[in-house]
């Protein structure tokens, strides 16, 4: 038998240059066995699993305006697990944005963006705009009058913008602006040109995850000596059964709840319900609705919006200090939790106040709360472990952004009292006075 | 617990799920194709349970150590 296997194995090194699994990828250091160091392998299972059911979605959805809610009707109702793989599609790719997003922080918050690895943070932020690209394009294939309606307000967006900056974009997307141009375009965008620019982005981001390996825990260096394990059979192993357990439970969910569709698209059941992106662009959603950002001057929030965007691909060229812990780091890492902190608060926002304006202040009351909260917390913990260090010194940036944080939280109060919103007032005075006791306490712990 | 007993519980675990997944998957493609409302309910619960069987099985593979081996 043995040597039966060893004629294979010469053959498979003759012909491919292969001799084994551990000259291709690197083994894989044992303190990484935990799911979050492999967000990515989920991320990646998420991304075939969409392709094999995309795959079978197409041998029967209908890319026309007359037959694009027709075909996913029949689908979903008539076609022998046709519900299940068109919800398992749609569950999949609510996962994995939801997993990029926690992906994205989770690499974040360790600092893994950090030297060798910046190339892997721009890869991974071009991937996350694809994998939105994949929601915005495949939120209008079935064609309801929700996600009609949505995408088109989305398009109108780019109105705004001056023509010569837009044209090529709309072009592409919506042709000549008829109903059968835009939802072929965004087929063609959803099923071609978006899964090959995955498949490249994704090559290049696991070819230099290859380089780097994985990013040590916080307080070990590269340098340092760690016990590894071959790929084959223990890494493949253990990324197997994390797959098993995603897709298995998945299925589960997709057959428990199955997916509803919404009526069809048609001028007149459009005038009746209200455009709303689906949930993950819920955020930017609210941020467009905010009252400063009326008319014309959503141009303002869309720049916002792509400011963002631009700022988090740069983030490893504007943190380039070495530490990754986040005392080292202390005003990237607590902005970082407003951040993610916002985005949350946003969306649930955004989902409780369907198409209703925002008045500005609110959203300075809502959000300056939480960067109040959060930078006090921040400031506590950074204070109580420098005091132990070095006699209470305290970071000035963090000091800073407390102090920025208290004048948005005075002025937020002001707003609100003008507004005679009292118990909100009180809500907020409860909240600093509970940070300020919680902080007084870890003070007296440490004395 | 010892390597084999480790290997045998998750053998005797996945074995049970893959053997009530299975029927369960048979049951249910049998009824699905006139699309019976439970039929298409269950269908995904049970393959999803036979993969999950799969990944316990390796999840105790791997807990009495010969991965590593």
Redesign the interface.
């Known amino acids: 038998m043995s040597g039966v296997l060893e004629r294979v194995q010469k053959w498979i090194e003759e012909r491919f240059g292969i001799k084994s699994v551990d000259n291709i990828l690197r083994p894989i250091p044992n303190f990484s066995f935990r799911p979050d160091y492999w967000t990515g392998a989920i991320l990646t299972t998420g991304f075939i699993m969409q392709g094999l059911t995309g795959f079978l979605l197409l041998l029967y959805y209908v890319p026309t305006p007359d037959q694009a809610w027709a075909s996913t009707h029949y689908i979903m109702?008539?076609l022998?697990?046709g519900?299940?793989i068109l919800?398992?599609h749609l569950y999949d790719a609510y996962a994995i944005i939801l997993i990029a997003f926690l992906h994205m922080f989770r690499h974040f918050f360790v600092g893994a963006y950090k030297k060798p690895r910046e190339a892997m943070w721009f890869y991974g932020v071009i991937l996350g705009l694809i994998t939105l690209g994949f929601g915005f394009t495949g939120y209008l294939l079935p064609w309801t009058v929700v996600s009609k309606s949505a995408t088109d307000v989305g398009i109108g967006m780019l109105n705004y913008f001056p023509n010569w900056l837009t044209a090529p974009l709309k072009s592409l997307i919506v042709g000549n602006g008829t109903d059968a141009a835009e939802l072929t375009r965004f087929f063609a965008l959803h099923v071609i040109l978006l899964p090959l620019l995955l498949a490249l982005f994704l090559f290049l981001k696991l070819y230099t995850f290859e380089v780097h390996g994985i990013a040590p825990p916080l307080g070990h260096s590269e340098s340092e000596n760690v016990k590894k394990?071959s790929w084959m059979?223990?890494g493949i192993?253990?990324v197997?059964?994390?797959a098993?357990?995603y897709?298995?439970?998945?299925?589960?969910i997709?057959?428990?709840f199955?997916a509803t569709l919404p009526p069809e698209y048609s001028v007149q059941a459009s005038m009746s319900v209200t455009p709303e992106p689906d949930w993950y662009f819920l955020w930017i959603y609210q941020i467009l609705k905010l009252s400063i950002f009326e008319g014309p001057n959503i141009i303002y929030a869309l720049i916002l919006v792509g400011l963002m965007f631009v700022i988090l691909f740069l983030v490893p060229l504007i943190d380039t200090r070495e530490g990754r812990s986040p005392s080292e780091r202390p005003v990237i890492f607590t902005l970082g939790m407003i951040v993610a902190t916002s985005i949350v608060f946003l969306t649930v926002w955004a989902y409780l106040t369907p198409g209703l304006t925002i008045p500005f202040y609110q959203a300075v009351i809502y959000i300056g709360g939480i960067a109040l909260i959060e930078a006090l917390a921040a400031y506590a913990a950074l204070r109580r472990r420098r005091s132990s260090a070095s006699a209470g010194k305290v970071h000035p940036s963090i000091a800073m952004i407390v102090m920025v944080s208290s004048v948005i939280g005075a002025s937020a109060s002001l707003l609100l009292l003008e507004k005679g919103y009292l118990i909100s007032v009180l809500l907020i005075v409860g909240f600093v006075y509970a940070a300020m006791t919680s902080i007084s306490k870890i003070e007296r712990l440490r004395k | 617990m010892k390597k084999v007993q480790l290997l045998l519980v998750g053998l005797f675990m996945t074995l049970l799920g893959e053997l009530l997944s299975v029927a369960g998957i048979y049951l249910s493609s049998q009824l699905i194709i006139n699309n019976d409302p439970l039929a298409r309910l269950l269908s995904g619960v049970f393959i999803g349970l036979l993969l999950i069987s799969f990944g316990i099985m390796i999840a105790f593979y791997r807990l009495s150590g010969s991965s590593e081996a």
């Open positions: 109702s008539s022998p697990y519900s299940l919800t398992f394990t059979p223990g192993l253990y197997l059964m994390l098993l357990f897709i298995g439970g998945l299925l589960i997709s057959s428990v199955p």
